[in-house]
């Protein structure tokens, strides 16, 4: 339980420091809108490439949300999460 805990800290963390630093950024919308991209491509390469390494991360909206807000960043703590949890 503690493990999940701290992780779930970990996350908010990290969501919090990206939606400022989107902000901060004089072209939020560009910013925001390729770092989406980015994080949803990358998840579905993850997902392409995990069938040979076993590494699988379902696609549903949570996943795509955080792909979408954290970007690669964010697909790279999902496949770390999967691999502790």
Avoid: E
């Amino acid at each position: 339980m503690s493990a999940k805990v701290f992780l779930g800290c970990i996350f908010v963390f990290y969501i919090i420091v990206i939606i400022i630093s989107y902000i901060k950024s004089k072209r939020f919308f560009t910013v925001s809108l390729l770092s989406a991209l980015q994080g949803i491509c990358s998840l579905f390469a993850v997902n392409l490439i995990g069938q040979y390494i076993a590494v699988h991360i379902p696609v549903n909206a949570w996943t795509l949300g955080i792909s979408s807000i954290g970007g690669v960043s964010g697909v790279i703590m999902m496949v770390l999460c999967d691999g502790f949890i």
